[in-house]
């Protein structure tokens, strides 16, 4: 039955839209990131996007993992997560994430990760 692939438009429940390009034959896949959310004053950039997915072919429903490297703070988040097809047939990606900002020093490192959960569904 219908596999779920990881490219092409994706849209979270933060409002977060992201795009991510062919999964190559090794798995592999960049993109960009359009957060709808920051933890900072600044202006929100278009970031990119690199991971990887299980082996293509194989899979149904790949695992897969994606680091974004923010361009408008010293920051970077990894997604992990997995790609499922719902009920009605649908894709769904279920992911969790770590941020890690920059701290000035190695007494502020326990404060410096946040963890989180994200739901991903494609945009039409
Ligand atoms: O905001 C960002 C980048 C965008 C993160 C968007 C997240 S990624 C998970 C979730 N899913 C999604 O779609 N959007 C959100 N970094 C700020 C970190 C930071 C915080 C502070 N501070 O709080 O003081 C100071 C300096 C800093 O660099």
Redesign the pocket.
Known sequence: DKKCVLSGSWR?E?G?NMTISAVNAEGGFSGS?L??????NKRILVSPLKGSQNHKSQRKQPTFGFT?S?T????V?VFVGQCFMDDNGEEILKTM?L?R??VRSPGADWKATRV?T?VFTRIK
């Open positions: 979270n933060l977060s990131y957060t709808a959310v920051t933890a900072t974004v923010w408008f703070s010293n920051s988040t994430w941020l900002q920059e989180g994200n």
